[in-house]
C-alpha cells in the first residue's frame, strides 16, 4: 500500500514570496490534516479536513495561511506571504476515518530566508 | 538499562541495553496516547497506543507505562539497536469524537555500538 505523498520535498524562498504545498494521502481515506513541525519541537496541528471539508482549523494563522481539498483527495496548503518564523517542516497524514490511526507523509522543509 | 526520570531532549543507550524514555503530558482528560518515532527525513511513524483505561502495554520489544496520577507516560525499548536512533515523540489525544494529537517536545535516542 503506497503512503502519504508529499511534495515538494524541500523549499527554499525569500520572506514575503508566496509558496505552496501538496499532499496525496492514502487512497481511501477520509481525513487529512496538515501539521507544522518547527525544528526541536513536536508537530502542530493547523488544520484537519473530513473529506472536502474543514473540520478544525482553529491552530491554522489564517492571515497568511490558506488549504484546500476540494475533490476530498489532494490537498493543497499555501503560505502567502511568507515569514522567517514559518521556516519549518510542514507534515501531511491521513487516517481512514477521524478516530483512526494517523499515517504521516515524510514531509515538507521549508527554509525561509 | 538507562533510565531517564524527567523527560530530557537526548538519551544516550548502549548497543543492547535497555531505554526507558519519559513524557509527561497536559491534559488530565485525555484518554489515548501514542508513542512515535521519528527517523530524520521522515515523517513520524506509530510504535505503539495505551488508553486511559490500562496502565501497560506491551508490544515487540516496546512497553508503554501510563501513571494516571502524576500524568507521565514512559516507552520502554528493550534490547536496544541502531536502527532504534530517532527522535520518540508522545501525543496525546485531547480531542473528543476524533482524534485531536497534542505531540510533546522529543527525545532524541541516540546508540553507541
Known amino acids: 500500500e503506497a503512503g502519504v505523498a508529499q511534495s515538494p520535498r524541500y523549499k527554499i524562498i525569500e520572506k514575503r514570496q508566496s509558496v505552496a504545498f501538496w499532499c496525496n494521502p492514502i487512497?481511501?481515506?477520509?481525513?487529512l490534516y496538515w501539521y507544522q513541525q518547527i525544528l526541536g519541537q513536536g508537530p502542530k496541528l493547523l488544520i484537519q479536513?473530513?473529506?472536502?471539508?474543514?473540520?478544525?482549523d482553529s491552530q491554522l494563522p489564517k492571515d497568511r495561511f490558506s488549504a484546500e481539498r476540494l475533490k476530498g483527495v489532494d490537498s493543497t496548503l499555501k503560505i502567502q506571504p511568507a515569514k522567517l518564523e514559518d521556516s519549518a517542516v510542514y507534515l501531511c497524514?491521513?487516517?481512514?476515518?477521524?478516530?483512526?490511526?494517523?499515517?504521516f507523509g515524510p514531509g515538507t522543509r521549508l527554509t525561509v530566508l | 538499562g538507562e533510565s531517564v526520570g524527567l523527560h530530557l531532549p537526548t538519551l544516550s543507550v548502549q548497543e543492547g541495553d535497555n531505554s526507558i524514555i519519559n513524557c509527561a503530558y497536559s491534559?488530565?482528560?485525555?484518554?489515548?496516547f501514542i508513542w512515535y518515532k521519528q527517523e530524520s527525513g521522515k515523517g513520524p511513524q506509530f510504535i505503539i497506543d495505551i488508553r486511559s483505561n490500562m496502565d501497560k502495554r506491551q508490544g515487540q520489544r516496546v512497553t508503554v507505562l501510563l501513571n494516571k496520577t502524576v500524568k507521565h507516560l514512559s516507552l520502554q525499548i528493550a534490547a536496544t539497536q541502531p536502527g532504534d536512533s530517532a527522535v520518540y515523540f508522545c501525543?496525546?489525544?485531547?480531542?473528543?469524537?476524533?482524534?485531536?494529537?497534542?505531540f510533546g517536545a522529543g527525545t532524541t535516542v541516540t546508540v553507541r555500538a
Open positions: 501525543a496525546e489525544n485531547q480531542g473528543s469524537n476524533d482524534y485531536k494529537l497534542s
Open positions: 497524514a491521513s487516517s481512514l476515518d477521524r478516530s483512526d490511526e494517523q499515517f
Open positions: 491534559n488530565s482528560a485525555s484518554d489515548y
Open positions: 487512497s481511501g481515506h477520509a481525513t
Open positions: 479536513f473530513q473529506n472536502n471539508g474543514v473540520v478544525d
